[in-house]
């Protein structure tokens, strides 16, 4: 059984006209061929079906079109539209992607996964870094290969595009407090995520800037459940009126416990989340939250990745605005 014979360099060359050198040029963008001329190889190119080895071009351009990304193993929203939003970005500009998933996010796993994308040669590497122990990790990463990072801190030693959490999580506390509320009680994520980190200091210093009492903070797990429980331990709280949860499944998980236990949202506690998810607007009630943009983010990264990869510098800190979603469960007192 004999298989299916592609088209080479050298069919295309015949088809044309011209020499392999010319094909090689048009194909790799490497140097100047006359307009009529690179029509016709260009219309060879498809009348042969023509597909470049992407190995040998490597070895001529040093280039693989292929990006390495370094992401949290997590099903969670916000990684994964993290992730989706960088891999849109690229394919819009024509390189692939190669992901590595890491389990435990601290200096072995992450050093691991980016040697193992080194060894493909990615032409540059991002890392999603939303724990404190990845962002402290990409100190110690090698520097012969571009890396920038989504996430990972205010003092990150490579380049960062991220959604500006602490001005997020500051809309939907003045938002709470404009309509009225003494104070706001706080359902934080998990203390190793820098996302944690910035929302819940924004709720605080929000509170303190408007004289509001500051009250202690409930952690969750990011999960429905977790929110539940938080919600099951507010729910015999004494002037309790509004709640800002960290994010929008535990602010589900919330809305079931006060439902459980006679607290009518809006009617008694305003809640509101953080991230939209799709779900957002048909909980009930709807509810109120703060929209991250994952593709402007991806956009971003991506920039700052290809700035990188020209040997340029980019900008160190890309912040993307969130922007505050008003629905029911936040209405009118």
């Known amino acids: 059984m004999t298989g299916v014979r592609h088209a080479s360099l050298t069919d295309v060359a015949e088809l044309a ?5 010319t094909v090689s040029r048009v194909i790799n963008g490497t140097g100047p061929v006359r307009a009529e001329t690179r029509a016709r190889v260009l219309a060879a190119v498809e009348k042969l079906d023509y597909r470049p080895n992407s190995a040998a071009r490597a070895l001529v351009t040093g280039k693989t079109g292929n990006l390495g990304v370094v992401a949290l193993d997590s099903t969670l929203y916000g990684p994964a539209s993290t992730l989706y939003g960088i891999e849109n970005a690229a394919r819009e500009a024509g390189y692939s992607v190669t992901i590595t998933s890491v389990s435990a996010p601290n200096r072995t796993s992450i050093a ?13 590497i991002v890392v999603i870094a939303p724990h404190v122990a990845t962002g402290k990790a990409l100190a110690h990463m090698p520097s012969d290969v571009p890396l920038v990072a989504v996430g990972g801190g205010e003092h990150a030693p ?9 001005d997020g999580a500051r809309r939907v506390t003045e938002h709470l ?3 009225g509320h003494r104070t706001v009680w706080h359902v934080a994520g998990p203390a190793d995520w820098l996302e944690t980190r910035d929302r819940e200091l924004a ?19 990011w999960s429905s459940r977790s929110g539940y429980e938080a919600g099951r331990e507010l ?17 589900l998980g919330l809305l079931r416990a006060f439902s459980e236990t006679g607290i009518a949202v809006p009617k008694d506690v305003h809640v509101a989340g953080f991230d939209d998810v799709p779900e957002a607007a048909y909980f009930s009630p709807p509810l109120t939250t703060v929209r991250q943009d994952f593709i402007e983010v991806g956009r971003r990264t991506f920039r700052q990745l290809a700035e990188r990869i020209a040997g340029r510098q980019p900008q160190v800190r890309d912040l993307v605005p969130a922007e505050l979603i008003v629905r029911e469960s936040t209405g009118p007192r």
Do not use: C
């Not at 006209?17 to 050198?21: F, R």
């Not at 040697?115 to 040669?121: F, I």
């Not at 490579?158 to 602490?166: F, H, N, T």
């Open 177 to 179: 407090l404009a309509l």
């Open 235 to 251: 729910a015999g709280q004494k002037g309790l009126t509004a709640v800002f949860v960290a994010n929008d499944q535990m602010a």
């Open 17 to 21: 006209g011209v020499s392999h050198m």
């Open 203 to 221: 709720w605080r210093e929000t509170l303190e800037r408007h004289g509001a009492k500051v009250p202690r903070v409930v952690r969750g797990d």
């Open 112 to 124: 691991d996964a980016i040697e193992t994308l080194r060894r493909q040669a990615v032409e540059g």
């Open 158 to 166: 490579v380049p960062v595009s991220a959604v500006d959490q602490y």
